[in-house]
């Protein structure tokens, strides 16, 4: 595309185009009507005089006969700048005024007319065109009385030329108003939009130009600008998923190799065989278990599961889990206890249990104390080996927290651990895919709370701070009623 | 006691639960060539009749004429979806037992599958040991007798209305969860189940705990239930899961 071509194109220019357009019309409407107005005004004045002078000279003819009419008239027509003036006898002769010609027919009739005529005294075979009145006065005689129309001809011509002028004017200031503008503003595309096609061919560093003055234009950019800094922060983030996972999963998938070549290679008993083949399984559903956490997470973050949520209360999910755990905390030497009070939620059951156990596992295999740091009284409540489900309602949240007295997060590293596959130093050689805070927080995140790590002295405590269901106490306190009403 | 159950191998169990009377005729719909041949491979292994359908329309007028005992129709299917198969089938008073194998394991996903007419659903990667299992219990909950009020393997006897259990002689107390595990277990008695059908059937979760959870449940039961008897009857099955049968048929 040509710069013209490009330049002509701009919304700025089309609609200096119509702007002009629309001026130009304005302009012409008004002169118009001033041209039209003045005409008027002009003929008004005329036929008024004209008017006077008739009644006058048909007075003069009445109290003195056809002589004082042709003297009168006589007398008038020799005035610098007079009217028109023409006496006819009924044969149509003409005996007195300053009218060389009229265009034929006038006299025959009566009244008003525009006509062309030539004076008597003019050289020029040019017509000139009148405005006229003709009567027929008693026994026959004619008289026409008229006035040129130069005047409102000049007039007119006044106008028109003013309309010309003023049309170029607009069309002169408004073309070049509209390229300037468009210029300034195609400018400013130009630069966007090199910008734009530099970060799309893979430089997501660039930013926008922001002018100063705060106008549109730089509100858009300052807002695409703030696009970019979120798209960016989500490619790296991306990035270091995908780092993460080619990491998390390769390993385990060369693991998994390396172990079917070898017995492959060895030529072993049966036994040995099968119990390669044993451990391969093991391990892919380790894969497999990895590969639906972090479905799961990416389906919290989506917000998909918005769609599947109801009305319950989590001290109901925290017995459960309490309850399906208790067991296995125990043959890991701990006991698991479980707080509760009623704890309305509207949410996603299933993913709040599954965030919930994940915590609590994480507590049962990193919870359990150092053995340099004395317990605070074994048996007692709140002993060293006890992890604690708590579920209740604080104000417009509920919580649902696990606390145990193993080493805790130091505060410094408490942000990192919730990030994907991120397993804190201390936690590297336990089984497990990394992935049991990032589940728990993106389910928080999805519920519009958030997963709080604090600290229990020592320990850790992990969070679940959702909002409670909105009037649910209301709700709770309405439905006792109800009972007997359905018994009955 | 984990190690004695753990020489009950996968081939062991498939051949035992091969028994003549338990041949099953399975109808699988699904589209990957690679995968369908796979399974049909692998439940004539196990001793099963297995026919297949590559697309949604073939799947449908086989399942209308052939009498099946039970259908595995994956969820995305050439020419006909696979939910409205299921749909279209219950429709015309077809009950046979479906089973949904979908890449979409979620819970949403399950629930709209389940919504829809089938009886279980599995998401995709799955165990074939898991596939098994599932099927041979949605066929014996098909054909299967009524809900029997007592549930009896070997001298195991669990009545589910008292919610009584005795060994022999001995009356054993369990907890109300506890209970329940054993309960599904006899219902289910000769038949593997899995973890996942365990913590979906007794605890009502459809999530992968990061833990052998239900391996610490299974075994508390197991040390009540088995623990100072001669014959154990709760069996762990390498690979697949847990049965509870009498060693001796």
């Known amino acids: 595309m040509t710069a013209f071509g490009k330049l002509i194109r701009t919304t700025a220019f089309r609609l200096t185009l119509v702007y002009l357009l629309l001026f130009a019309l304005f302009a012409a409407s008004l002169l118009g009507y001033f041209a039209w107005n003045t005409r008027r005004l002009i003929t008004e004045q005329i036929t008024t005089t004209v008017n006077a002078e008739f009644s006058e000279i048909t007075d003069i003819y009445t109290r003195r006969g056809l002589r004082g009419l042709v003297f009168t008239i006589e007398n008038r027509a020799l005035r610098p700048g007079a ?3 023409l006496v006819t006898t009924p044969t149509g002769q003409a005996i007195a005024g300053n ?9 025959a009739s009566q009244g008003w007319s525009e006509t062309a005529y030539r004076r008597l005294d003019e050289q020029s075979s040019r017509d000139h065109r009148a405005l006229v009145r003709v009567n027929e006065l008693e026994s026959g005689f004619r008289l026409l009385i008229g006035r040129d129309l130069e005047e409102r001809r000049r007039l007119f ?11 170029l004017v607009v069309v002169v200031l408004g073309l070049g108003g509209g390229i300037f503008v468009a210029r300034r503003v195609l400018r400013r595309i130009d630069a966007m939009t090199g910008t734009t096609q530099r970060i799309m061919a893979g430089d997501l560093t660039g930013r926008l130009p922001v002018g100063r003055s705060g106008d549109e234009l730089d509100r858009l950019a300052e807002n695409l600008n703030a696009m970019l800094e979120r798209i960016e922060a989500l490619m790296m983030g991306l990035k270091e998923v995908s780092d993460n996972i080619a990491h998390d999963l390769k390993t385990p998938l060369t693991r998994l190799r390396n172990r079917a070549e070898e017995a492959l290679a060895k030529s072993g ?11 391969t399984i093991e391990e892919s559903d380790g894969l497999i278990r990895t590969f639906n956490a972090l479905l799961m997470i990416a389906r919290a973050e989506s917000g998909q599961a918005r769609g599947n949520m109801d009305d319950f209360d989590a ?3 925290a017995r459960g889990i309490q309850e399906l755990y208790e067991p296995l905390a125990e043959d890991s030497g701990m006991t698991l206890r479980v707080k509760t009070a009623p704890a309305p939620v509207h949410g996603n059951r299933e993913l709040i249990s599954q965030a919930l156990a994940n915590l609590v596992e994480n507590a049962i295999k990193y ?8 317990p605070l009284g074994d048996g007692a409540v709140g002993g060293a080996h006890e992890i604690l489900i708590e579920a209740r309602r604080d104000g417009p949240s509920v919580l649902l927290g696990v606390t145990d007295h193993g080493p805790g997060i130091p505060e410094a590293d408490r942000s990192h651990a919730v990030e994907r596959f991120v397993r804190l130093e201390a936690s590297r050689t336990q089984p497990g895919s990394g992935l049991g805070l990032s589940l728990a927080s993106a389910v928080a995140t999805l519920h519009g709370g958030e997963l709080r790590l604090g600290d229990s002295n020592p320990g850790l405590t992990a969070t679940l701070a959702i909002p409670a269901r909105a009037g649910a106490s209301d709700r709770l306190a309405a439905q006792t009623p109800d009972v007997p009403q359905k018994v009955a | 006691m984990h190690e004695d159950a753990g020489r009950a191998m996968v081939t062991e169990i498939s051949t035992s639960l091969t028994a003549p009377d338990r041949h099953m005729r399975l109808l699988i719909i699904e589209d990957d060539r690679e995968s369908a041949d796979y399974l049909v491979k692998a439940f004539r292994e196990v001793g099963h009749i297995a026919d297949l359908a590559g697309d949604g329309e073939e799947g449908l007028s086989l399942a209308e004429t052939g009498d099946y005992d039970v259908l595995v129709v994956d969820r995305m299917l050439p020419k006909r979806d696979g939910l409205s198969v299921i749909g279209s089938l219950r429709e015309k008073g077809n009950r046979t037992p479906v089973l949904i194998l979908s890449a979409l394991g979620q819970v949403d996903d399950r629930i709209k599958g389940l919504r829809a007419g089938g009886d279980d659903y599995l998401p995709k990667p799955y165990a074939f040991a898991e596939l098994l299992a599932r099927v041979e219990v949605l066929s014996r909950r098909h054909g299967g007798p009524a809900e029997e009020t007592t549930y009896r393997v070997g001298d195991l006897e669990l009545d589910r209305l008292s919610h009584r259990v005795a060994r022999g002689k001995d009356e054993l107390t369990l907890q109300p969860r506890e209970f329940r595990l054993l309960e599904y277990l006899m219902k289910h008695a000769g038949q593997v189940v899995t973890r996942t059908m365990l913590l979906e059937n007794v605890w009502d979760y459809h999530f992968d705990p990061q833990t052998n959870v239900i391996d610490v449940h299974i075994s508390r039961l197991r040390s009540k239930i088995d623990k100072g008897f001669e014959r154990p009857l709760l069996h762990t099955i390498r690979g697949a899961g847990y049965m509870i049968r009498d060693g001796i048929r």
Do not use: C, F, H, T
Not at chain 1, 99 to 107: D, I
Not at chain 1, 269 to 279: C, F, G, K, P, Q
């Open chain 1, 367 to 374: 919870g359990k104390p150092l053995p340099s740091i004395q």
């Open chain 1, 157 to 167: 011509g006044i106008v028109v030329k003013a309309a010309n002028w003023s049309l």
């Open chain 1, 99 to 107: 009218v060389g010609s009229l265009a034929p027919g006038v006299m």
């Open chain 1, 83 to 85: 009217n028109l003036y």
């Open chain 1, 269 to 279: 008993s049966e036994a040995d065989y099968r119990s390669a083949l044993e451990r």
């Open chain 1, 315 to 317: 001290a109901d999910v």
